[in-house]
């Protein structure tokens, strides 16, 4: 266990001294939900999608992508550099690595909610729009962890099998992904076929599930509810985060195999 968090520790400072982390991770998802909020003012409220309550979930799922990309770019660093080559012959294990680098993205990915949740609970106060409540904020978080796990394993997946050119194009196309398919800023309930295939990835169903749970109104006027698009979609959620976690354990144990 302390050769995790050791190495946890090093990937720390790393990542904390990588401008990507503030302007991406933090900086980005906080401008979205003031613009978004603001849209939706001078509109009269007459965009449900953009009010906190329905807004605030899908920015969060949003945000974690970047946590993908700041990840790839980590791994994929360390292995450009020889870094991990030079490791490779110390008493570490593989899993020490992956795990090493998960729990960071773990701890950011958090860190990077709550400043979410402080950010819309001021926009709240100064708009006067009623606010989520706190067992509400605790259960968002839960409900929205699966979806951070998927991406920080993706990125330690995608680190390790691009180098520091490529792991961020990648990372890219499910940044975009997760805009576009998630339904974070658009009413995907009201696009037939379409929403019925964004049913089958993790990103449209996770952010379904936490405007449940957040009470947020649809593009039709109703208040989102644990239906059968938010049950079920517990499926695709559970079936990506198994493949992600699987899937960058097992290549990164081939590419340390590898190296050595």
Not at 150 to 162: P, R, S
Not at 204 to 210: A, D, E, L, V
Request: proline content about 4%.
């Amino acid at each position: 266990m302390n050769k995790i968090i050791n190495f946890s520790k090093r990937n720390a400072k790393e990542s904390l001294r990588d401008p990507i982390l503030y302007i991406f991770c933090l900086g980005f998802p906080l401008v979205m939900l003031v613009i978004f909020n603001v849209l939706n003012k001078y509109t009269q409220n007459h965009t449900p999608m953009f009010s906190m309550r329905a807004l605030l979930p899908g920015i969060i799922c949003f945000s974690y992508t970047f946590i993908m990309l700041s990840t790839s770019l980590l791994v994929s660093k360390d292995r450009q550099t020889s870094f991990l080559k030079r490791l490779y012959s110390s008493p570490m294990k593989s899993y020490h690595f992956t795990l090493g680098y998960a729990i960071v993205g773990i701890v950011i990915g958090l860190a990077q909610t709550l400043i979410c949740v402080l950010c819309a609970f001021i926009i709240s106060l100064i708009t006067g729009e009623a606010f989520i409540s706190f067992g509400q904020i605790i259960l968002l978080t839960l409900t929205q962890l699966p979806m951070l796990l998927i991406n920080v394993f993706l990125g330690i997946l995608f680190g390790t099998l691009f180098n520091d050119k490529s792991a961020p194009g990648i990372s890219s196309v499910f940044i975009s992904l997760s805009g576009i398919l998630g339904g974070c800023w658009m009413p995907i309930e009201t696009m037939g076929g379409f929403e019925t295939f964004c049913r089958f990835l993790p990103f449209y169903p996770s952010i379904q599930i936490g405007r449940a749970v957040t009470k947020g109104v649809s593009a039709f006027g109703n208040v989102y509810t644990f239906d059968s698009v938010a049950l079920l979609g517990i499926i695709p959620i559970a079936i990506f985060l198994t493949a992600s976690i699987i899937l960058s354990f097992i290549f990164f144990k081939k590419d340390m195999t590898s190296d050595r």
